[in-house]
């Protein structure tokens, strides 16, 4: 069974940054494109960003295209998503996910991806 561990939220100040990282086990790394998604209390998941298999592509939410990177180690079998400059709207719970869809991840469609974290909760608040 494939399982995905984040880890890297907390709190801190707008402005700040944050580095998720997305273990993955159980299954080959470089067979999937790897997507992060967010969901904050009251509202539906929203898609942040996604990498295709081999990092050649990325895709990103317009809200936070200029503030966050995501970038994969196929090697060490993880994903991560640099988060600079927060801002308070970008308080939610942050989840990495699987797919084998290319264009679901370029759409960020949260409806292709398979598999699921748990989550890691960020939090900005002065």
């Known amino acids: 069974q494939v399982q995905l561990v984040e880890s890297g939220g907390g709190l801190v100040q707008p402005g700040g940054s944050l580095r998720l990282s997305c273990a993955v086990s159980r299954f080959t790394l470089r067979y999937y494109v790897i997507g992060w998604f967010r969901q904050a209390p009251g509202r539906e998941r929203e898609g942040v960003s996604c990498?295709?298999?081999?990092?050649?592509?990325?895709y990103y939410a317009d809200s936070v295209k200029g503030r966050f990177t995501i970038s994969r180690d196929n090697d060490k079998n993880t994903v991560y998503l640099q988060i600079n400059s927060l801002k308070p709207d970008d308080t939610a719970v942050y989840y990495c996910?699987?797919?084998?869809?290319?264009?679901?991840?370029?759409?960020?469609?949260?409806?292709?991806?398979?598999?699921w974290g748990q989550g890691t909760q960020v939090t900005v608040s002065s």
């Open positions: 996910a699987t797919s084998t869809s290319i264009q679901g991840c370029e759409n960020l469609d949260y409806s292709a991806f398979d598999s």
């Open positions: 990498i295709s298999r081999f990092a050649g592509s990325t």
